[in-house]
């Protein structure tokens, strides 16, 4: 009897806070449907993706930093890191939508500000560099995704529809519409065609921007070579006339 006391009272538990993470965090449970396509229920996303989970502890955590009391705020972001492997720190600025995928080794710094429809994928660090003090990390504009392992690190703004390639470091602003790759950064393309909605999730086809300077070398070097070739053999036609 007990023991079925304390399932029913679990089950209760358990759609209580199912129906809460509804109502409160829709739109996050939204950018997990649609961008991940492991995804197969709003249940599933609820109970079982350590990302989503990040994101509703850190809204707690981030208003209890705002009514002054930073000690349980980042107490609790500690405790949410050890649970999950993704540190938010209270201080971030965070809008709607955010998807961290998979997101173990992910750290977001406490003046970074992100905006709506981000995707961050695992080991992505939003960073700062040395120990200066004030906004010293980066801002994201909304429809920006960036890949496993990136680094973007100080006081800079990465624009709006951004893709940052997966291990990239960022060091320096970026523009609206970019794809940035290498290291440092390098921005490869401008204002490239994108998939519906403003996110574009496909890591398969980021250009290579030292590729791309090499092959334009190699068809300049191949140019003057065959200008050269074809001045030797007019030079080599004129002296056979003479003779």
Do not use: C
């Not at 140019?223 to 007019?234: G, M, P, T």
């Amino acid at each position: 009897m007990i023991f079925l006391t304390v399932l029913i009272w679990i089950a209760v538990f358990l759609v209580i806070y199912y129906m809460t993470m509804r109502l409160f965090f829709e739109d996050e449970i939204k950018a997990a449907m649609d961008r991940d396509p492991a995804a197969t229920s709003y249940v599933e996303v609820v109970f079982t993706y350590s990302g989503f989970h990040a994101i509703t502890a850190y809204r707690i955590t981030h208003r209890l930093s705002k009514m002054k009391m930073p000690f349980l705020s980042r107490y609790l972001s500690q405790l949410v890191k050890w649970v999950t492997g993704i540190e938010i720190h209270p201080g971030a600025q965070i809008g709607h939508g955010l998807f961290i995928d998979h997101g173990m080794g992910v750290v977001i710094g406490e003046t970074a500000v992100i905006g709506d429809n981000v995707t961050l994928f695992q080991g992505v660090t939003l960073g700062g560099t040395g120990k200066e003090r004030g906004k010293r990390h980066p801002t994201l504009g909304n429809n920006v995704v960036v890949g496993a392992g990136a680094k973007i690190l100080g006081n800079i703004n990465i624009g709006n529809n951004v893709m940052v390639g997966a291990n990239a470091v960022v060091l320096r602003d970026v523009p609206d519409d970019s794809t940035v790759v290498g290291v440092p950064g390098r921005v490869a393309k401008r204002r490239g065609k994108r998939l519906p909605g403003g996110v574009n999730l496909d890591h398969s086809s980021l250009p290579d921007p030292l590729q791309q300077a090499l092959e334009r070398l190699q068809h300049e070097i191949d140019h003057i070579e065959s200008e050269i070739q074809d001045h030797h053999e007019k030079a080599k036609e004129e002296r056979e006339k003479k003779d």
